[in-house]
């Protein structure tokens, strides 16, 4: 801050919570610069190898993904139920051959015991002062943390950061009073101190909309907290059902836990300590693909595909094929991570509910999965989409060949769309098209050079495929982009 000397460094620390059904939201916070320390558990490395090689890579993936030049520093904990440097050496053996393609430049050796990783005892705070001594000099290795900014800004975000004693945010009409007294006149300036105090995790503030730019967050917390009212584990955090039961809410409850869909008015409850801002977070879980409408047979209510818990099995099939011809959105080259399926099934809904609102066409419920969706896209054509994390891939079923090159370029514009809202564009896949008489799957390159049918043949359907579906639409709004699909 402007009151401290040139050399003094103010970190913060944000915790991600572990569970999976937190991994939908981490991209709001997960930002380019800074230092990411993943721990693990050293015991369950050695006695559950793959199921924490699993969590390994998750995160690894994750992270490089969201912040590929962020420092790295991996923490295993336990170190005093871990007999001997043996158990060390062994630990750090399986690591180094585990993270060879997985963020490896990002890694940080720990040079004094000649590790991969950082060994600590919580209990006991064994390693924890080396620990925090080299995350600071890390900081300090950092060349943007000595940048040399305006005192103006400086001494805004002092006045900003202030607030944090009473107040969880301000808003953006607050923020452009502090900057008059401080001389900041101008709203290119203001916007571009702003842009850097987010980018460096000082506060946050997301500009998409009226509704969200108005909003600036001081303590990144509370958005965590609120955000986690409703994106929660139920089996570990769970609400009073008596409470709800009480106002009337009862069935709204467990429609959401059961299906995933929220009314407005448990919604407003669930956050009444902040209900003045009921329609920032539901915008923002809007605009960041956490929540979409769902507007089916004139009922109106908010689908949270994060929350779906049932998975569709192979098993459930007997053996039985999923109808329609498919097409293959295949991530095993890069990674699939955590939340692109539900974020897609979010624009499906949203699609769909849009158009039955605006063409007054009563279209069939969609049936969710947490890895499954079948969704009537338009009159007379339903899909299906199926997640396989294993095999890193999401398959397209198309029910109407008719439609099949149109659904899928508005599929490919959606994932485009969510790799450039929320993935930082750092998603890369391939598109493979099932050949309707031999069964076998063709590369794009390959099905558009055969004028593969129907993927590739336009002369069907072409007026129905807007010119605006090339684009990749990373500067549209998620509004605009709805309307044009």
């Given at each position: 801050a402007?009151?401290?000397?040139?050399?003094?460094?103010?970190?913060?620390?944000?915790?991600?919570?572990?569970?999976?059904?937190?991994?939908?939201?981490?991209?709001i916070?997960?930002?380019?610069?800074?230092?990411?320390?993943?721990?693990?558990?050293?015991?369950?490395?050695?006695?559950?190898?793959?199921?924490?090689?699993?969590?390994?890579?998750?995160?690894?993936?994750?992270?490089?993904?969201?912040?590929?030049a962020a420092?790295?520093?991996?923490?295993?904990t336990?170190?005093?139920?871990?007999?001997?440097s043996?158990?060390?050496?062994?630990?750090?053996?399986i690591?180094?051959?585990?993270?060879?393609?997985?963020?490896?430049?990002?890694l940080?050796?720990?040079?004094?015991?000649?590790?991969?990783?950082?060994?600590?005892?919580?209990?006991?705070?064994?390693?924890?002062?080396?620990?925090?001594?080299?995350?600071?000099?890390?900081?300090r290795k950092?060349?943007s943390?000595?940048?040399?900014?305006?005192?103006?800004?400086?001494?805004?975000?002092?006045m900003?950061?202030?607030?944090?004693?009473?107040?969880?945010?301000?808003?953006?009409?607050?923020?452009?009073?502090?900057?008059?007294?401080?001389g900041?006149?101008?709203?290119?300036?203001?916007?571009?101190?702003?842009?850097?105090?987010?980018?460096?995790?000082?506060?946050i503030h997301?500009?998409?909309?009226?509704?969200?730019?108005?909003i600036?967050?001081?303590?990144?917390q509370?958005?965590?907290?609120?955000?986690?009212?409703?994106?929660?584990?139920?089996?570990?955090?769970?609400?009073d059902?008596?409470?709800?039961?009480?106002?009337?809410?009862?069935?709204?409850?467990?429609?959401?836990?059961?299906?995933a869909?929220?009314?407005?008015?448990?919604?407003?409850?669930?956050?009444?300590?902040?209900?003045?801002?009921?329609?920032?977070?539901?915008?923002?879980?809007?605009?960041?693909?956490?929540?979409?409408?769902?507007?089916?047979?004139?009922?109106?209510?908010?689908?949270?595909?994060s929350?779906?818990?049932?998975?569709?099995?192979?098993?459930?099939?007997?053996?039985e094929?999923?109808?329609?011809?498919?097409?293959l959105?295949?991530f095993?080259?890069?990674?699939?991570?955590?939340?692109?399926?539900?974020?897609?099934?979010?624009?499906?809904?949203?699609?769909?509910?849009?158009?039955?609102?605006?063409?007054?066409?009563?279209?069939?419920?969609?049936?969710l999965?947490?890895n499954?969706g079948?969704?009537?896209?338009?009159?007379?054509c339903?899909?299906?989409?199926?997640?396989?994390?294993?095999?890193?891939?999401?398959?397209?079923?198309?029910?109407?060949?008719?439609?099949?090159?149109?659904c899928?370029?508005?599929?490919?514009?959606?994932?485009?769309?969510?790799?450039?809202?929320?993935?930082?564009?750092?998603?890369?896949w391939?598109?493979?098209?099932?050949?309707?008489?031999?069964?076998?799957?063709?590369?794009?390159?390959?099905?558009?050079?055969?004028k593969?049918?129907?993927?590739?043949?336009?002369?069907?359907?072409?007026?129905?495929?807007?010119?605006?579906?090339?684009?990749?639409h990373?500067?549209?709004?998620?509004?605009?982009?709805?309307?044009?699909?």
């Amino acid at each position: 801050a402007a009151k401290h000397d040139k050399r003094s460094i103010a970190l913060s620390l944000w915790d991600f919570g572990g569970q999976s059904v937190f991994y939908s939201m981490h991209h709001i916070f997960m930002i380019k610069s800074g230092i990411y320390v993943l721990v693990f558990d050293m015991r369950e490395l050695l006695n559950k190898q793959d199921e924490a090689l699993s969590y390994i890579s998750f995160w690894l993936r994750s992270i490089r993904l969201h912040a590929s030049a962020a420092p790295l520093v991996m923490v295993g904990t336990f170190l005093n139920e871990i007999s001997g440097s043996d158990a060390l050496q062994t630990i750090n053996e399986i690591l180094v051959r585990h993270t060879k393609t997985l963020a490896n430049h990002q890694l940080v050796h720990n040079d004094e015991e000649d590790l991969l990783f950082f060994p600590v005892d919580n209990k006991d705070g064994l390693g924890a002062n080396g620990l925090r001594k080299h995350i600071e000099e890390l900081a300090r290795k950092d060349e943007s943390v000595f940048d040399q900014i305006s005192v103006r800004w400086m001494s805004l975000l002092d006045m900003i950061i202030s607030k944090r004693n009473s107040d969880s945010y301000i808003t953006f009409s607050m923020v452009k009073g502090l900057a008059a007294k401080v001389g900041l006149q101008g709203s290119v300036e203001l916007d571009a101190a702003m842009k850097l105090f987010h980018e460096r995790g000082l506060l946050i503030h997301i500009t998409a909309t009226d509704v969200l730019k108005d909003i600036v967050i001081i303590k990144p917390q509370w958005l965590i907290d609120m955000l986690c009212k409703v994106i929660r584990d139920e089996t570990l955090h769970m609400f009073d059902k008596s409470e709800f039961k009480k106002v009337g809410l009862e069935k709204d409850l467990k429609l959401m836990f059961s299906k995933a869909l929220a009314s407005r008015d448990l919604l407003e409850y669930i956050w009444k300590n902040e209900k003045k801002q009921v329609d920032f977070f539901i915008e923002l879980m809007k605009r960041t693909m956490l929540l979409s409408e769902y507007t089916f047979q004139g009922e109106s209510k908010y689908l949270i595909p994060s929350l779906l818990h049932d998975h569709y099995s192979y098993e459930e099939l007997h053996g039985e094929k999923i109808n329609g011809l498919s097409c293959l959105f295949d991530f095993s080259e890069s990674f699939l991570p955590n939340g692109v399926f539900q974020r897609l099934i979010c624009l499906c809904v949203a699609s769909s509910s849009r158009y039955e609102q605006q063409k007054n066409s009563v279209r069939t419920e969609p049936k969710l999965f947490q890895n499954f969706g079948v969704i009537e896209f338009q009159p007379n054509c339903v899909i299906r989409l199926l997640e396989d994390q294993r095999l890193q891939r999401i398959t397209l079923y198309v029910d109407n060949n008719k439609k099949a090159s149109k659904c899928y370029k508005v599929i490919q514009s959606m994932l485009r769309k969510l790799n450039a809202d929320v993935m930082g564009s750092g998603l890369n896949w391939d598109a493979k098209f099932e050949d309707p008489v031999s069964g076998d799957y063709l590369s794009h390159a390959k099905a558009q050079a055969a004028k593969l049918s129907p993927w590739f043949d336009l002369a069907r359907d072409n007026e129905d495929i807007p010119d605006s579906l090339s684009s990749a639409h990373e500067n549209v709004d998620l509004a605009m982009f709805l309307e044009n699909l």
